[in-house]
T-cell receptor, first 116, second 116 residues
Framework: AQTVTQSQPEMSVQEAETVTLSCTYD???????LFWYKQPPSRQMILVIR??????QNATENRFSVNFQKAAKSFSLKISDSQLGDAAMYFC?????????????FGQGTRLTINP | DADVTQTPRNRITKTGKRIMLECSQT?????MYWYRQDPGLGLRLIYY???????NKGEISDGYSVSRQAQAKFSLSLESAIPNQTALYFC???????????????FGPGTRLTVL
């Protein structure tokens, strides 16, 4: 079974600084997708960024980027120019790539605090 | 209007009571999911449904049952609630793959359930 591990229960960063959240996963599959979700105090799950395993290029979405190391099974999220609105729980998630298997496997989450 | 809605948003109940959590979606998606979120554990899959006649257990289905009344509705029931079922429950939807490499899951706002 696939597993996802986030080893940092909590992180904090100064506003405008850069922070990196770690995620590792375990799978024997070669085709899969990885996601970072943000959960602000409103509880809503918001997709931040996604990465296809077959793509070597790291995904970027504005201030959010990932460092995808397939051989190391590592998928970290970098937030640049941190803003107060980035404060939230962040979840790393894995999904198999084959059709019919769209279940997400989540990590434990990292609570990110932004210090003004 | 929200695309994925959950009712109720918050519920407090007593041990032994039967509880139903409801999820409705207007996205026209075939696939629906129920997840449970616990602190330090992330989100875990309870049940998922690929269409009205296709319902599958997730990793933590014991103590839960589901009903897919229509393409747009997917209900989660706790037949006899117990305190360790206190958690945040999320419904999610996704379209069936149709030649696309991956599909996003869209989450409802969550239901906070407390079992006393």
């Amino acid at each position: 079974a696939q597993t996802v591990t986030q080893s940092q229960p909590e992180m904090s960063v100064q506003e405008a600084e850069t922070v990196t959240l770690s995620c590792t996963y375990d799978t024997s599959e070669s085709d899969y997708y990885l996601f970072w979700y943000k959960q602000p105090p409103s509880r809503q799950m918001i997709l931040v960024i996604r990465q296809e395993a077959y793509k070597q290029q790291n995904a970027t979405e504005n201030r959010f980027s990932v460092n995808f190391q397939k051989a190391a099974k590592s998928f970290s999220l970098k937030i640049s120019d941190s803003q107060l609105g980035d404060a939230a729980m962040y979840f790393c998630a894995y999904r198999r790539g084959i059709q019919g298997a769209q279940k997400l496997v989540f990590g434990q989450g990292t609570r990110l605090t932004i210090n003004p | 209007d929200a695309d994925v809605t959950q009712t109720p948003r918050n519920r407090i109940t007593k041990t032994g009571k039967r509880i139903m959590l409801e999820c409705s979606q207007t996205k026209g998606h075939d696939r629906m999911y129920w997840y449970r979120q616990d602190p330090g554990l992330g989100l875990r899959l309870i049940y998922y449904s690929f269409d009205v006649k296709d319902i599958n257990k997730g990793e933590i289905s014991d103590g839960y049952s589901v009903s897919r009344q229509a393409q747009a509705k997917f209900s989660l029931s706790l037949e006899s609630a117990i305190p360790n079922q206190t958690a945040l429950y999320f419904c999610a939807t996704s379209p069936a793959q149709a030649g696309k490499s991956y599909n996003e899951q869209f989450f409802g706002p969550g239901t906070r359930l407390t079992v006393l």
